[in-house]
């Protein structure tokens, strides 16, 4: 007989490592990408010298709380994470990170001191997860219930975007070319599908007046006949607007993403259409799930596991969701492996997900793991291997934090709008609606 080998998982260490990553010019409503986006890259490390890994944003606001939470973990075992978030709440929020905040200028919803908590939590639980799947040999998946799928689809995030970032700014270059009009959108989704097989595609919009993102949506339809199309302007329109552009788009739109600000707004052109309005701003915590469900505002929530608190909390969003007949599906944000494999580790155990889910990934040329994760037929594989089953690159992490370290602090919190003020010295974070 064998003996047992030793296992102890109580939490030693967490390593937290804020990292700059290359980012093309992708325009939005409030402005372009910078050139570089903040990340934390979290290591959960224990006692028997298991380390476990998490992701999340990297801005200063997500960085001040990261230390507190990730003190009320060193003691104690990774599988105590019911623990660890009822000790959260006794970790301070400075109020002036949330009073009359939205989150990265709305595009994220609102900003109150739970989310802000939830979305630090987030890394420290797939860390956790990750480090106790390592140790049993289970996958994430299975640390959740186990998987209904083997292979998770994402969508393909198309962006109006610009060749370059502007000279004389310090950048990466990309591959992409720009993107500024219906026939570069669809040159876009050919590259996406040719790289990476993607068969839905979703299209950033708010960018340009709503006619021309109506022709970019109608240029795609009729390059990828019956493919699934949505558009995202980010709540850039008024009711009047949004019901106009469901009209014109119907017959194409798989669902109309965030086109109005707000629960009431949303409400009210879910009311006037039968477009399937999604959201990832106007229900982006647990409050705002019983006005929305019972004014009937959306049909499909955009989970986004770091926000929402983790891959468990995702799983509870699903049940709700599930429960209120509403569709549920995945968000994303500009974001690195560690991240896209949480993400499908959960997305795997979701039974009713029935959309393909949104990453940035492919627009993210530098990562901090050995081996990137890749897309095949437009989905990743979901790992069997232990824990999220991917493995960190130190040299490469080292790099990108050394990056950080030497920002003069300008790049270490995102602000779209003011990239945008680079080229457009006047740009203001337009007012909304816009159109
Ligand atoms: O679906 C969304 O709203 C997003 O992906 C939000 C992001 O911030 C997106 O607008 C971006 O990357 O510019
Ligand atoms: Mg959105």
């Not at 992490?397 to 050394?402: D, E, I, P, W």
């Amino acid at each position: 007989m064998t003996a047992p080998t030793s296992r102890d998982l109580t939490v030693t260490e967490v390593r937290l490592t804020p990292v700059l990553v290359a980012d093309p010019p992708l325009l939005n409503t409030q402005g372009v990408h910078q050139p570089y986006t903040p990340r934390l890259i979290v290591e959960v490390v224990t006692a028997d010298g298991t380390t476990g890994l998490g992701e999340t944003y990297g801005d200063t606001k997500y960085l001040e709380l990261a230390r507190p939470l990730a003190d009320t973990l060193v003691g104690h075992q990774v599988a105590d994470l019911n623990r660890l978030f009822a000790a959260a709440d006794q970790v301070a929020v400075d109020a002036s990170r949330v009073f009359g905040q939205v989150d990265v200028g709305g595009l994220r919803g609102v900003q109150t001191a739970d989310k802000l908590r939830l979305s630090v939590l987030s890394a420290l639980e797939v860390a956790c997860l990750d480090a106790l799947g390592r140790s049993l040999g289970l996958p994430v998946h299975a640390l959740l219930g186990g998987k209904v799928r083997d292979a998770v689809e994402y969508s393909a995030y198309l962006f109006y975007k610009r060749a370059g970032h502007p000279e004389g700014v310090a950048a990466e270059r990309d591959d992409w070319g720009a993107a500024l009009d219906p026939a570069g959108i669809v040159a876009q989704a050919r590259t996406f599908t040719e790289r990476y097989g993607f068969g839905s595609f979703k299209l950033k919009g708010g960018v340009f007046p709503p006619d021309e993102e109506i022709a970019a949506v109608r240029a795609l339809a009729a390059a990828f006949p019956g493919h699934p199309l949505r558009l995202d302007p980010n709540g850039a329109w008024s009711v009047e607007t949004s019901v106009k552009v469901a009209e014109e788009l119907g017959d194409v739109l798989e669902y109309l993403e965030d086109p109005a600000l707000g629960i009431p707004a949303m409400a009210e052109v879910a009311a006037r259409t039968s477009v399937p309005l999604a959201t990832n701003m106007c229900v982006t915590t647990f409050a705002e799930i019983k006005e929305a469900f019972g004014r009937d505002a959306v049909q499909v929530v955009l989970s986004d596991h770091h926000y929402w608190g983790g891959l468990r909390n995702t799983q509870h969003l699903a049940a709700l969701c599930r429960t209120f007949g509403v569709g549920v599906s995945m968000h994303s944000n500009t974001h690195l492996g560690i991240s896209l494999a949480a993400m499908t580790h959960v997305a795997a155990t979701v039974p009713h997900l029935h959309h393909a889910c949104d990453s940035h990934y492919p627009w993210q040329s530098e990562d901090v793991l050995t081996e990137r994760l890749t897309f095949e037929r437009g989905t990743v594989r979901v790992s069997d291997a232990p824990g999220l089953g991917v493995t960190l690159d130190r040299d490469r992490l080292a790099v990108l934090h050394r990056r950080w370290l030497e920002d003069d602090g300008s790049l270490r919190d995102r602000d779209d709008a003011a990239a945008m003020r680079v080229t457009d010295p006047e740009w203001v974070t337009p007012a909304m609606p816009r159109w």
